[in-house]
Structures are given as C-alpha cells and as structure tokens.
C-alpha cells in the first residue's frame, strides 16, 4: 500500500492488449464525425468504447475516465472520450 491509502496494482500489458486498443482507436479515427453528443449511462459509455459495464464503473470510481455524475447516472461527451482512447486511457496502467 502506498502512503495515500492505494494499493498499487501492476498488471502486464500484452499484444493481444495493445492490439486491441489499437484496433479500437482505428475504429473510433475512421467513425465519420458525429454530433459530440452526451452519452447517459454506462451502458451507453460502455458500447462506445467497446468495454464492459463493470470496466467503465471501475474507471469512473477510479477517476481514470472522463465521466461526470449526473444524480446516479454517468455522463459522457463522444469528443473527451475519444481524446481519452486516443491517449491510451484504456490502456490497464
């Protein structure tokens, strides 16, 4: 446990990882320009990025993905999540 109470956690990175972020930014560069809409819930957050429900709630409760609170429902503009795939943030650190 480090000093500020988390565990670190480190976890390899493999091709088939790399791979298939790769293959998901490739998708999201070649998606023809949409309106930088809200996406409401996981759910929805969840099929745009090609994740599970549960891996967008343990991003959120991480801080590691750009999702905002609205009452209980996670929110989403397309544009900040695409910024954030093309960075690498669904790259496991």
Do not use: C, F
């Not at 801080?63 to 496991?92: C, F, N, Q, T, Y």
């Amino acid at each position: 446990m480090s000093g500020n109470g988390h565990v670190s956690l480190a976890l390899p990175v493999t091709d088939e990882l790399v791979e298939a972020v790769a293959r998901r930014v490739a998708e999201l560069l070649e998606r023809p320009a949409q309106e930088d809409g809200w996406l409401r819930g996981a759910d929805e957050i969840a099929g745009y990025i090609g994740a599970k429900v549960s891996r967008v709630y343990a991003l959120s409760s991480a801080g590691r993905i750009p999702v905002e609170h609205d009452g209980s429902a996670l929110v989403a503009k397309r544009s900040r999540l695409d910024a954030w795939m093309v960075a690498g943030g669904g790259i496991r650190p």
